[in-house]
């Protein structure tokens, strides 16, 4: 008995091999019926998916056996692997020097004959075998080798499919790892956000009850702006919360609104410069929609269209229709405008073009990726369109 040599590149092959997370894993219909599809066509007892590990043959599948692995040095499928390019042909292993005297020619399972197709992934390792055998010599015909390595190829892609499975099931598991660190993040962020704002409003409420009647009505009024601000920031902060841990939650709190409250509720939390000329489509709609993300996708891009504006007078069109399907909004402004190569990369995460805005402040690539992603879980597209130092246009959709 000869026994097969070790590949050149075996490091490289085991490691392609242990890439895949097959060995040792419960037998599987897909390979299964690959090995007796094989065994009719071939007209044998025995049909193997073999894989050559570091000093053993484990059967994937094994129609025809028992056990599900031998030792690497006594199987036929180790001297395969060594000619990847070839199909290794046994016709009697009685009389073949390398295997006459090989315990599971002389022993069980009397392999006799054999043929072998080795598996081949991608990058050109050969994994191990798909083979065929029989208790007595003899050959297979044209047709048959064509349909062994038509089978041999499923396998690679069965092999291949349950590779990208266990990738995606892997980065699955890293998301909502980082999703919870995420969370964990926005809860104590919230709590941080949440005692300011709250002494905000307990202060406010302090001095319009102390000193109302000492202030003018503008001094009263802007104490009523800052306490209905806090309240609304407060019930804002909440609410985003709540959306935060699941995406669901926008379509299920949906509620019907008219546009022009919601936008009026926007623009009291946008500071608009006196320079800035904020013009509105006047006609009444009412959408059902999630409110407060309806809210703060308004707010991040009107804020947008005041900040990168570098024109003395800033002017803002709001515009808004409807159909059966989708509610349109569009928010147009004439500002320093965006290259259309950057279209694409404004709406990535974390993601800048390191443009300062009017304020010698340079955006935290968050904004228009968060806007994207609620529009999105609102069932909507977003696009923009714009024209260097002229303008640029928001255009997006929420589903009805």
Known sequence: MIKPSVPENENERLAALNSYQILDTLPERAFDEITLIASEICQTPISLVSLIDNDRQ??????????????????????????????MVVADAQIDER????????????????????????????????????????????????????????????????????????????LEESNQHLEKFAIMAAHDIRN???NILLTGQVLKDRFKDK???????????????????????????????????????????????????????????????????????????????????????????????????????????????????????NGIGIAPENYAKIFEPMTTLGVKDRF?????????STVKSLVEALGGTIKVNSVIDEFTAFTFTLKR
């Open 58 to 87: 484990w059967f994937k599948s094994n129609k025809g056996l028992e056990v599900t692995q031998t030792p690497k040095e006594l199987a036929f499928c180790a001297h395969a692997i060594l000619e990847p390019k070839e199909v």
């Open 99 to 174: 295997f006459a005297d090989n315990p599971l020619v002389t022993g069980s399972p009397q392999v006799v004959f054999y043929t072998g197709v080795p598996l081949i992934n991608p990058d050109g390792y050969a994994l191990g075998t798909l083979c065929v055998i029989d208790h007595k010599a003899r050959q297979l015909n044209n047709a048959q080798i064509i349909a062994l390595k038509a089978l041999a190829n499923q396998v690679v892609a069965q092999l291949e499919l349950k590779k990208k499975v266990n990738e995606l099931n892997t980065t699955r598991l890293q």
């Open 196 to 198: 300011p704002l709250t």
């Open 215 to 333: 202030l003018d009505e503008k001094g009263n009024k802007f104490l009523d702006i800052i306490n209905a601000s806090s309240y609304k920031l407060i019930s804002l902060l909440e609410k985003m919360l709540d959306y935060s841990k699941s995406s669901k939650v926008l379509m299920q709190n949906r509620e019907e609104a008219e546009v022009m409250s919601l936008l009026d509720e926007v623009l009291k939390l946008v500071n608009i410069p006196a320079a800035f000329t904020v013009n509105i489509s006047s006609r009444p709609v009412k959408i059902t929609t999630s409110v407060v993300a309806f809210e703060q996708i308004m707010a991040n891009l009107i804020n947008n269209a005041i900040r990168y504006n570098n024109k003395p007078k800033g002017i803002i069109q709001i515009e808004f229709t409807a159909d059966n399907w989708f509610y349109t909004f569009a928010i147009t402004d």
């Open 360 to 368: 010698d402040v340079q955006g935290s690539g968050v904004g228009l």
